[in-house]
C-alpha cells in the first residue's frame, strides 16, 4: 500500500521532469545550429581584424606592466635619495660616523679602501645587522674628509635598511659619490670587493652623467644598455642625482639586467609567434630568436652582424623615420608576417611581435569548431541545471511539506521557522503552505523572543544602576577623585601583594586653613577641584582625597627617582596655576603650594607604619618651610 502511493506520489513528478527535459535539449539544439552557422558565414571575413585587435591588446598589457616595474624604480629612487638627505642633515656633523668608517672599512691598495668583507656576508655592529653591503673607496685626487666618510657611511646604512625592500624588483641598489665611491646592496655579488683597483668610476658615461658639469638640469636618467665588466652584467642603470646647498652629494640608483628587463618582453605564449626588442639605432636589445642572449664581446646586436631576414627588414623601416614610429601594424613588411609595433616610453625602446598570417587565418577557421564544442558543453550544462531546478521546485518541497507536518505535531516551532526561512523555494500551493506554517511558527517564537529581551534589558539597567552605585560610592563627591574608602582598598591589596614598586604619597596643601578663612570656603572649594584634575593627571598614579586638603597617591615606577620626577612635574604644574594665597606663611611665592611626603610600600608595612611613615615626611616638608617633597629613607 505504501509502496503504490509512493509511485503514485513520484508519477506526475517523472513526467514533468521528462517533458521540461526534452523541451530544453529541442531549444538548445535548433539555437547551437543556428550559432554555428551564423559565426561559419560571418566570423571569417570579421577573423584577421579580430585577431590584431586581441593581439594588440595583450601587447599593451605586456608592455604597461613593464613601464609600470620601471615607473616603479624611479619613484623608488626618489624614496632613497629623501631618506638619505634626512639622515644627511641630521647625522652628517656625528663624530661617530667618522668612527664607523675607521672601524668598517680597510685598505686593500695604495688610495684604494674597501668595505670589510664581513659586512657582505654578515655581521652585527651596535644595533645594525649589515648583510649584502660592499663598498668601494677608488683613487681620488683629494684625501678623505669627515664630511665626506660621515656621506659613505651614511649610504652604507640607508643601503642596508632599504636595499632588501627592493631585492626582487631590481638586479641591486646603490649610491653613487663623485669622490669615485660607490656603495652596493646585493646579495649576489660584492661589486665593492670586485671591482678593479684602478677603476675610476667618474670617468664613464654611467656616473659621468650626473655630475653638476655634464648634467646642469640636476635630471634623474636611465643609462643605455652596457656591459659591467666588474659584475659580468649586461644592464641599463637609473641614476637620480642628489644635491645639498649647492654640493652633489650622492646618486640614488638602481641597477636593472637585461635578463630581468627583457624576460618578459620576450617571451611567447603562442607557437610561432616571435618577438623583437629594438632600439633607436635598430640594435637588437633582446628578441625570442636569440639562443643565449648578448654576449661581453659584442654591445649589442645590429643589421650589420645579425643575419635574420625579418629583424633586417623591421630594423630597415625602423630607421626610416622612428619618430613617427608608436603603434602601428605592418602588414606589408612581408607576405607571411603580421608584424604589430610598439614603442617604448622608458628607455625609448620599441617592442615588435610577429605573428604569422597562416596562424590567424587557422585561427579564423577554428573559431566555428569552437563555439560548436562549447555549445554542446552549454547544452549538458543547461541539462543538468534544469534537472537539478526540477528536483529542488518539485521533490524536495514535498519532502519539506511532511517534515514540517512533523514538527508542528512536535511543537517545535523555531525549527519549523528557521527551516522554512533557508529551504523554502516552492512555488503555487506548496508554497502557500509552507509560508503558512512559517508565519505560525513565527508568531510563537516572536513571543518567546520578545520576553527574553526584556528579561535582558532588565538586567542590562540593574548591571548600570550597580555601577554607577559603585561608581559613586568610591568617588569624592566635590573633587570627583577616588575617596578615603577606596584608598583603604587600594592600598590593602597594595600591602598584601608587597610590591616594592608601588609608592605611596601622603600630600598637604600649605596653609589651607588660612586660604578658606581669608578667600571664603567657595573659593577654597574651588582650589581642591583644580588641585584634583592636575594630582589626577600623574602618570601611572592613583590619586585619593584623604581628608579636607589631605590627598593619598600610589604610584608605580621602577625607580624612586621616576616618582621624585613626577612630583616634581607635579609641584611645578601647581605652582602654575597660581592660585593666590597671600596670606601664606610658607615662602614668598604667594601662591597656593602643596607640601609631599613620600614612602615606598615595604614587605613588612602595616598601614598604621605606612602611614606613619610618609606622614613624618611630610611634616619634615612643613617644617622645612613648605612646597617641598620629602622622601623617606
Known amino acids: ?122 655581521t652585527q655592529y651596535d644595533q645594525h645587522f649589515f648583510r649584502g653591503m660592499s663598498v668601494f673607496v677608488g683613487p681620488r685626487p683629494a684625501p678623505l674628509t669627515d664630511e665626506l666618510k660621515a656621506r659613505i657611511v651614511i649610504s652604507t646604512m640607508v643601503l642596508n635598511d632599504m636595499g632588501p625592500a627592493w631585492r626582487s624588483e631590481v638586479t641591486n641598489s646603490h649610491f653613487s659619490l663623485p669622490e669615485n665611491v660607490l656603495a652596493l646592496y646585493s646579495l649576489d655579488q660584492p661589486w665593492g670587493r670586485q671591482a678593479a683597483k684602478d677603476l675610476i668610476i667618474t670617468n664613464f658615461s654611467t656616473v659621468k652623467s650626473t655630475l653638476q658639469k655634464d648634467n646642469p638640469a640636476r635630471t634623474p636618467n636611465w643609462t643605455g644598455l652596457y656591459h659591467d665588466h666588474s659584475a659580468d652584467l649586461w644592464t641599463i642603470t637609473y641614476q637620480r642625482p642628489l644635491d645639498y646647498n649647492g654640493q652633489h652629494l650622492v646618486n640614488a640608483s638602481f641597477d636593472v639586467s637585461l635578463e630581468a628587463l627583457t624576460d618578459d618582453l620576450s617571451k611567447t605564449t603562442v607557437a610561432g609567434v616571435e618577438s623583437y626588442v629594438l632600439n633607436e639605432r635598430g640594435a637588437l636589445i633582446a628578441s625570442s630568436t636569440l639562443g643565449n642572449g648578448l654576449s661581453a664581446e659584442a654591445n649589442t646586436l645590429t643589421p650589420e652582424n645579425y643575419a635574420d631576414p625579418l629583424y633586417q627588414k623591421i630594423a630597415a623601416r625602423l630607421l626610416q623615420a622612428p619618430e613617427s614610429v608608436t603603434q602601428q601594424v605592418w602588414d606589408e613588411i612581408d607576405d607571411d608576417y603580421l608584424v604589430l609595433v610598439q614603442k617604448l616610453q622608458t628607455p625609448e625602446w620599441w617592442y615588435f611581435s610577429v605573428y604569422p598570417k597562416a596562424l590567424i587565418a587557422d585561427q579564423a577557421l577554428y573559431l566555428p569548431l569552437v563555439i560548436a564544442v562549447m555549445g554542446c558543453l552549454l547544452v549538458a550544462v543547461v541539462l543538468f541545471v534544469v534537472f537539478y531546478f526540477v528536483n529542488r521546485e518539485v521533490s524536495r518541497p514535498l519532502t519539506q511539506l511532511a517534515s514540517m507536518a512533523a514538527l508542528m505535531n512536535e511543537k517545535n516551532y523555531a525549527a519549523i521557522a528557521k527551516q522554512s526561512a533557508i529551504e523554502m523555494r516552492s512555488y503555487g500551493e506548496v508554497r502557500q503552505v509552507l509560508n503558512a506554517f512559517r508565519i505560525m511558527a513565527a508568531r510563537f517564537t516572536q513571543a518567546n523572543e520578545e520576553l527574553e529581551q526584556r528579561i535582558e534589558e532588565r538586567t542590562r539597567d540593574l548591571q548600570v544602576a550597580n555601577r554607577k552605585l559603585d561608581e559613586l560610592a568610591h568617588l569624592d563627591g566635590l573633587t570627583g577623585l577616588l575617596n578615603r574608602r577606596a584608598f583603604q582598598k587600594d592600598v590593602e591589596s597594595a600591602l598584601k601583594e608587597t610590591d616594592e614598586r608601588c609608592y605611596f604619597v601622603l600630600a598637604d596643601i600649605d596653609d589651607f586653613k588660612l586660604f578658606n578663612d581669608n578667600y571664603g570656603h567657595e573659593a577654597g572649594d574651588q582650589a581642591l577641584i583644580a588641585l584634583s584634575q592636575l594630582f589626577n593627571q600623574v602618570s601611572q598614579a592613583h590619586a585619593y582625597r584623604y581628608g579636607g586638603e589631605e590627598f593619598v597617591m600610589l604610584i608605580r615606577a621602577e625607580q624612586l627617582a621616576e616618582v621624585e620626577q613626577r612630583l616634581q612635574k607635579l609641584q611645578r604644574a601647581i605652582t602654575a596655576l597660581a592660585i593666590e594665597h597671600r596670606f601664606s606663611s610658607k615662602g614668598s611665592l604667594e601662591v597656593l603650594t602643596v607640601s609631599f611626603g613620600c614612602t615606598g610600600i615595604r614587605a613588612d608595612d602595616t598601614l598604621s607604619t605606612l602611614i606613619q611613615r610618609a606622614d613624618k615626611s611630610l611634616y619634615q616638608a612643613k617644617q622645612q618651610g613648605g612646597n617641598q617633597i620629602v622622601i623617606a629613607d
Open 1 to 122: 500500500m505504501t509502496n503504490s502511493s509512493t509511485e503514485r506520489r513520484d508519477e506526475p513528478r517523472k513526467k514533468l521532469t521528462t517533458r521540461l527535459l526534452w523541451h530544453v535539449v529541442g531549444v538548445s539544439l535548433v539555437l547551437l545550429l543556428v550559432t554555428i552557422a551564423t559565426t561559419f558565414w560571418q566570423a571569417y571575413p570579421q577573423a584577421k581584424q579580430r585577431v590584431i585587435a586581441q593581439l594588440q591588446e595583450e601587447v599593451e598589457d605586456k608592455l604597461r606592466a613593464n613601464q609600470m616595474h620601471l615607473s616603479e624604480i624611479e619613484t623608488q629612487g626618489e624614496l632613497l635619495a629623501q631618506e638619505f638627505l634626512a639622515r644627511y642633515k641630521t647625522f652628517a656633523d656625528d663624530p661617530r660616523f667618522v668612527a664607523y668608517f675607521d672601524a668598517w672599512f680597510e685598505q686593500t691598495s695604495p688610495g684604494v679602501l674597501r668595505l670589510k668583507e664581513s659586512f657582505f656576508t654578515g
